[in-house]
């Protein structure tokens, strides 16, 4: 069963405005961690935020903002006012307590910024 | 500090040959996990190693090996190559001491890509 979804291949956004990347999970583990990663033509992924299950607050990192809900089991990725440098892959990922490391990741969302 | 390394950067090999691919992570990062890229599968799972031990492992053939030495660095290695094993090879690392919040940052490579003709 696919654990983390992210139903949006391709995205457009204008420079300067917001965009929410989607992702959801599947987990039975009350314990685990949530990844956003992006990653450049160049190959490279660069570690952009993290969630805990049991932090309380959403997590935030500058521009970047996860809003996490729990129940829901959603972990969408927030960009305000995006830069023609965000363009990139952007890949959601799961961390369950008892897999040590191991990272399972989505699909990935292609996101374009328009100047 | 510098980030994780990994070398080569590029690499192509013929079917049938093998590979050994390296990585060396953050300074006092104990955690080193491999993964494949590729544009079909996407992102997955080969193996971590913690303290020179396999903690983990995922769904690849026993053609994927790797091992990691006492100063953290860790290599994998690919024998009998074939066309399917072209990818993008990437490897995390992470402090991971004991707790459930260790792994809360994972840092990755700039990838090994690998051609096999």
């Known amino acids: 069963a696919q654990k983390i979804t992210q139903t949006q291949p391709g995205m457009f956004v204008q420079e300067k405005e917001a965009v929410t990347l989607d992702c959801t999970y599947d987990t039975s583990d009350p314990s685990y961690g949530l990844f956003w990663y992006k990653q450049p033509s160049s190959g490279e992924m660069i570690f952009l935020i993290y969630?805990?299950?049991?932090?309380?607050q959403n997590a935030t990192e500058g521009r970047y903002s996860l809003n996490f809900q729990k129940a829901r089991k959603s972990a969408n990725l927030v960009i305000s006012a995006s830069q023609l440098g965000d363009s990139a892959m952007y890949f959601c990922a799961m961390r369950e307590t008892n897999q040590g490391g191991k990272l399972i990741f989505g699909q990935g969302t292609e996101l374009s910024v328009k100047p | 500090k510098a980030g994780v390394t990994q070398t080569p950067r590029y690499l192509i090999k013929t079917r049938g040959q093998q590979v050994t691919l390296s990585c060396s992570p953050i300074?006092?990062?104990?955690?080193v996990s491999w993964y494949q890229q590729t544009p079909g599968q996407g992102l997955q799972f080969l193996f971590e190693?913690?303290?020179?031990?396999?903690?983990n492992k995922g769904n690849f053939p026993g053609r994927f090996s790797g091992r990691q030495f006492s100063n953290s660095r860790s290599e994998m290695n690919v024998s009998t190559l074939e066309l399917g094993d072209s990818a993008l090879y990437l490897c995390?690392?992470?402090?991971?001491?004991?707790?459930?919040?260790?792994?809360?940052?994972?840092?990755f490579g700039p990838g090994t890509r690998l051609t096999v003709l």
């Open positions: 969630q805990g299950s049991y932090d309380q």
């Open positions: 995390a690392s992470s402090l991971a001491v004991s707790g459930r919040l260790s792994y809360n940052e994972q840092f």
């Open positions: 300074s006092g990062h104990r955690s």
């Open positions: 190693y913690f303290s020179e031990t396999q903690r």
